[in-house]
């Protein structure tokens, strides 16, 4: 049968969550956790993240044997050899048409700032960074929301035909001494959020114009090419 599985992790103890040859990847010591279990099938994940950045809510496929019956037992065996870094959230089956990427239809990640002193200990899971106007932050995130040509905000070298993606949210939340960017769309390209972060934040600082933002939104020229840390990031959720 084939499981879905729900999982969270810490990135920066990874180097991506996409198998490596070093084997220190979230796809490698998920794999060999299962393999705890008898099952010797490699998992694939819904959507990669690179190196440092972590996700409250990935979503692997795996097949397995129809003996495992108990799911809940199962997620806690798994979680035996899977923590400290990777917990699994859920176990759930799933039909065997299951296509863990095509079936999903949007992705949600967000990205934390944090506004408090800066701590060694909180340095690998926020960006320390000023306060920042969150009105005015909105206004400029408002300009994402859409469906755009995004070849400006993906890693460079990328060979990816097709950049064009739909955002249906772009937005900044306070909580306490927090600023969360929330992104979520029909798809991203590779460094999207870190680039469009990054940009943001360049207004914001007034390195970089409005206007200037809305011509790399569009594809007519692009004036940032750095990303923000991904230590800030997190994939949030997967929908299906």
Known sequence: MKLKLTLAYDGSRFQGSAT??????????????????GIFEKPLFASRTDKGVHSLGA???VWCGEHFTDLIFFKNQLNRFAHPHIHILRVERASENFEVRFNATMREYRYIL????????????????PTIDIEKTNE???????????????????????TTRT?????????????????????????????SVRTV????EGKMSVSELIEQIEAQKEHCRTP?????????????
């Open 114 to 129: 944090n506004h408090g002193a800066f701590s060694p200990f909180l340095a690998a899971y926020f960006l320390f960074y």
């Open 167 to 195: 955002i249906f949210r772009a937005r900044a939340l306070r909580h306490k001494n927090l600023s969360v960017f929330v992104f979520r769309a029909n798809g991203f390209l590779r460094a999207q959020i870190r680039l």
């Open 20 to 37: 490596q040859p070093h084997l220190n990847s979230v796809q490698d010591r998920l794999a060999n956790a299962l393999t705890h279990l």
């Open 201 to 204: 934040l360049q207004v914001l």
């Open 59 to 61: 979503v692997a496929s």
């Open 140 to 162: 400029i995130l408002s300009h994402f929301v859409g469906t755009h040509d995004f070849k400006g905000f993906q890693k460079q070298n990328e060979p990816n035909k097709d």
């Open 228 to 240: 923000a840390a991904p230590n800030g990031l997190y994939l949030s959720k997967i929908f299906y």
